[in-house]
């Protein structure tokens, strides 16, 4: 049987079009299709479907979100350094009231002071840093229980 309600809205924010061409100590040099391939891999296997957005621009990024609850049951949100500023994009994610994780690829509570903070404190279910890519697949398997999709 197919679950109905499964699809998640995978938003990467400013400078992931670049992501290879990032510090690979810290975001490991995958180019953003292939994070996306495994993402999506990974999502199957638990029984969710995935669209994928990318924009660089702020704007962008908060009119999806005002369209994401006909789009998606449920967001996986990396907003790269929007996270730690944008209350914009932090007041369409509540507008948007899907249940959301934040992902970060890199361990942001161990780098600069700045980037301890979220914006998203409060409005996400979860937030998942430090771990690679392993931790979008963390929160799809977080995403997964709440929507109470069964996988295969
Ligand atoms: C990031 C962490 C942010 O601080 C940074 O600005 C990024 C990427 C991460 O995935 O580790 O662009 O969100």
């Known amino acids: 049987m197919t679950a109905s309600h499964n ?3 995978v938003l990467h924010g400013v400078n992931f079009n670049i992501l290879d061409r990032r510090d690979p100590e810290m ?26 957005f990318q924009t660089n621009a702020e704007g962008e990024f908060v009119e999806y979100l005002h369209r994401a609850p006909e789009l ?7 907003a790269g350094a929007w996270t730690h500023y944008s209350r914009a994009i932090a007041d369409a994610l509540a507008v948007a009231n899907l249940p959301t994780v934040e992902v970060h690829l890199s361990d942001v509570e161990s780098r600069e002071e700045w ?8 409005i996400v279910l979860a937030k ?3 771990k690679g890519p392993d931790g ?3 929160a799809l398997e977080r995403l997964a229980g709440e929507l109470g999709t069964t996988g295969r």
């Open 7 to 9: 699809r998640v809205a």
């Open 27 to 52: 975001y490991g040099g995958l180019s953003l299709r292939k994070l996306e391939t495994k993402i999506e891999r990974w999502a199957r296997e638990f029984g969710l479907e995935t669209i994928f």
């Open 72 to 78: 998606a049951d449920a967001a996986l949100v990396n």
């Open 115 to 122: 980037r301890r903070v979220s914006v998203f404190d409060g």
């Open 128 to 130: 998942i840093s430090g």
């Open 136 to 138: 979008y697949r963390e």
